[in-house]
């Protein structure tokens, strides 16, 4: 198989139409055989209950191409599961796990000329979406559903590439108490996509959201999860209820706790306390792990002791390490690493 003429090493993270998409449809009751498709669109009723009533959710993961060069997904079983629950909580119906992992697997085969050659740096996103494609004017779920999983090469999120990046405590909340903070649901972006567009018109990367209820505790950023190292080199994992249960962190953690011989202590951190903190950075499938060199506050700037020019030295390994378990360098721990091709 000859691979796209592409400059990997240059990709950033945007939509590219690549070969196939793989889709299957819920009616009457029961999720259709599904399969390959060419066509990128969609031809959808103005009714579809996802445009008036934000039916919908949605998941992100990535194929690499390994040092001996097969191409893998990194636990995609882990993205079937969430996306099930995000399911459960819109009152979609889910979308068997067997059938996702088929899904991925077979779309990723099939363009497996677009996923970049190892040691570029890039990786295949994939995104699946499920939403109420059916027609519906009531507020009430959808009489039929959509399922549908797409892929593209993507380089870096942050422009900043590797490099620390500045970010801003928001004053606006991401998610409510008791809210759909923990699913990964469309409209959780369409809450965030203002105060993301005012963070970057006064020159932050992204905002860091606090607990919505009080206002006291971090969260997570608009698309990432948020971990710290304190002065004693421990691993602080921010704790709440509305907060993504990401992938990527808990992989981190497993890979600080048992690969790193890092202390991990799972908590809810007070924003007055990060002034405290070496190290900071953001995690999550499109993000991997971007250092934070600063973090804007009401009550002033914190500036992390790592600097803004490199990695802290816990971030750096904790990054390393799970790059080369994504890329089958070391040995991953079991059911991580699915071969596709
Ligand atoms: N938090 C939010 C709000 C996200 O959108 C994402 C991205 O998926 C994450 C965290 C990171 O999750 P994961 O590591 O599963 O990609
Ligand atoms: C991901 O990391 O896969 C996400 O969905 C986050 C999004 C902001 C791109």
């Keep these: ?102 899904s991925i697997d077979e779309v990723v085969r099939a363009n497996a000329a677009w996923v970049p050659p190892y040691g570029t740096g890039a990786s295949l996103y994939i995104r699946p979406v499920l939403f109420g494609s059916g027609p519906q004017i009531g507020v009430a779920p959808a009489p039929s559903y959509t399922y549908r999983v797409f892929v593209m090469p993507v380089g870096s999120y942050f422009k900043e590439g590797p490099k620390p990046i500045r970010i801003c405590v928001s004053d606006y909340d991401r998610a409510a108490p008791h809210g759909t903070g923990a699913i990964k649901a469309g409209l959780n972006y369409a809450m965030s996509l203002f105060p993301t567009q005012e963070a970057h018109r006064n020159g932050y990367a992204e905002n860091m959201y606090l607990d919505p209820q009080t206002r006291t505790y971090v969260e997570e950023t608009g698309g990432a999860n948020i971990l710290f190292v304190d002065a004693d080199n421990n691993l602080i994992v921010p704790k709440s209820q509305s907060i993504l249960p990401s992938v990527t962190r808990r992989s981190l953690v497993y890979v600080g706790q048992h690969y790193l011989g890092l202390n991990v202590i799972e908590r809810q951190v007070r924003l007055d306390e990060v002034k405290n903190f070496k190290e900071c950075c953001l995690c999550g499938t499109a993000a991997v792990l971007a250092p934070v060199g600063l973090i804007h506050t009401h009550e002033g700037d914190i500036a992390l002791p790592s600097g803004m020019d490199q990695m802290g030295e816990i971030c750096g390994k904790l990054r390393q390490t799970l790059t080369d378990i994504q890329a089958c360098k070391i040995e991953a721990p079991e059911g991580w690493i699915r071969t596709i091709c």
């Design 1 to 102: 198989m000859e691979k796209k003429n592409i400059d990997w090493s240059k990709l950033g993270f945007a939509y590219t139409k690549t070969d196939y998409r793989w889709q299957s449809t819920w009616d009457n009751g029961e999720w259709s055989e599904g399969g390959l498709l060419e066509d990128p669109e969609f031809h959808l009723l103005e009714s579809a209950c996802v445009f008036h009533y934000s039916q919908s959710c949605f998941e992100g993961l990535k194929a690499y191409t390994t040092e001996d060069g097969r191409i893998v997904t990194f636990r995609p079983d882990q993205n079937g599961l969430r996306m099930i629950d995000s399911a459960k909580r819109l009152e979609i119906p889910p979308f068997p796990l067997e059938k996702f992992l088929q």
